[in-house]
């Protein structure tokens, strides 16, 4: 089969690779019909993530159908269309028992991380994949719902609803901003309406990102790069700050901007991947009544989602801007990093025929 192998920084390579096979009891092998690239992925190629092996296949986003089932297996058959969650859980460690998903201690990804496709063992860009504990791991897809609908609910929707929205207790009526407007802080304003947010605030330096976040459900939008966007920001609120600041982007000015927008007793709620230390000024802070929160996506709210993809309350296909077959794969990458450019927000690779 063919698959996109990680060669170690700056290198990837579309190749033929062995066919994945069943190892544990546990595991199903899913045809990929549709993957899609996150920016995970370019931070993999970067080298950012020292735990990804030269030969990795990447990609922990996917669509497919259940072509083998191992003998353990008891909730999918083959044939069954699913969606591969980026999250793996074994369903039976400590971490997974207290509905800690993402610290899944599973054997697959023995560090303790329920991230595991495409980081400790292969990926999703590829035509086949094998999945590990896949009755807790992969979700039916009901007929109506289609791949690329349900590929955003691999990761990025969970992700901005759960890290962003819930960690946030976004409530009736808060006002919301959401600092940065690429994939994942859309998924936060495209949820934040479901915990009743009043007013939704995007904030980016990229003015296409502005623009396209108001049909994801941002009310207003604010250029961060613009000397007086705090002022911008305060504006739409009744002066003290927002309820809630979420953090989609992973850098220290970023989460600072998050802090300098919340009010006393907001919650910021940080959703990027930070690369490095930023700085927490608790002696301001401390006397502000602020809630911090973090986390590396658990994924327990996909079925949720999926029911509103389902019943359309939910448009995940607007996330869908570009479109390949799985041969094309390098061109995919090539329009994904050049979002600026290309307007890219998720580039939908789908199996030819
Ligand atoms: P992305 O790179 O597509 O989007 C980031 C956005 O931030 C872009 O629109 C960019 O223009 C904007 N930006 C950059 N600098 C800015 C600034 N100074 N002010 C305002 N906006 C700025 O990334 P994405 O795919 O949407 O992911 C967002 C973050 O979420 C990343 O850090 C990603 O790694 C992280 N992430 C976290 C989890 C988790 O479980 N916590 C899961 C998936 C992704
Ligand atoms: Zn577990």
Redesign the pocket.
């Known amino acids: 089969m063919k698959a996109l192998v990680y060669q170690g920084p700056g290198k990837k390579q579309w190749m033929e690779v062995p066919m994945p096979h069943l190892a544990n009891p546990g595991d199903v092998i899913v045809r990929i019909d549709t993957t899609t690239i996150?920016?995970?992925d370019l931070?993999i190629l970067k080298g950012d993530v020292p735990a990804v092996e030269a030969g990795r296949i990447l990609g922990h986003e996917g669509v497919g159908t259940v072509s083998e089932i191992g003998t353990g297996v008891k909730d999918f058959a083959v044939g069954d269309r699913v969606i591969i969650s980026c999250i793996k859980s074994c369903g039976h460690c400590v971490n997974c028992r207290s509905g800690l998903f993402?610290h899944c201690l599973g054997e697959e990804g023995a560090s303790g991380i329920g991230w595991v496709f495409g980081h400790l063992i292969d990926g999703t860009q590829a035509e086949y994949v094998r999945v590990p504990y896949a009755d807790n791991s992969l979700h039916r897809l009901p007929d109506g719902v289609t791949d690329v609908q349900a590929v955003m609910l691999s990761?990025?929707l969970p992700?901005g609803f759960e890290?962003g929205v819930l960690a946030g207790a976004v409530k009736p009526g808060d006002v919301v901003a959401v600092?940065?407007?690429?994939?994942?802080?859309?998924a936060a304003m495209m949820t934040a309406g479901l915990c009743g947010a009043a007013t939704v605030i995007a904030?980016?330096?990229?003015p296409g990102?502005l623009e396209q976040a108001k049909s994801f459900g941002a009310t207003d939008t604010v250029d961060?790069g613009a000397p007086d966007w705090k002022e911008q920001v305060l504006a739409h609120t009744d002066g003290a700050g927002v309820d809630v600041a979420i953090e989609?982007?992973?850098?220290p000015?970023?989460f600072g901007?998050a802090l300098e927008a919340i009010r006393p007793g907001g919650h910021v709620a940080n959703?990027?991947?930070h690369g490095k230390a930023v700085e927490l000024p608790l002696e301001e802070l401390w006397i502000r009544n602020i809630t911090i929160t973090m986390?590396?996506?658990n994924a327990n709210t996909t079925p949720m989602l999926l029911k509103l993809v389902a019943s359309h309350k939910i448009e995940a296909e607007r996330f869908a801007t570009h479109f390949f077959t799985l041969d094309q794969m390098l061109e995919a990458y090539e329009t994904f990093s050049n979002?600026a450019t290309t307007k890219a927000l998720k580039v939908v690779i789908s199996r030819a025929g």
């Open positions: 996150c920016g995970t931070h993402s990761d990025i992700t890290i600092v940065g407007a690429g994939p994942v802080g859309l904030i980016d330096l990229d990102r961060s989609a982007v992973g850098l000015e970023t901007m959703v990027g991947v986390g590396l996506v979002a």
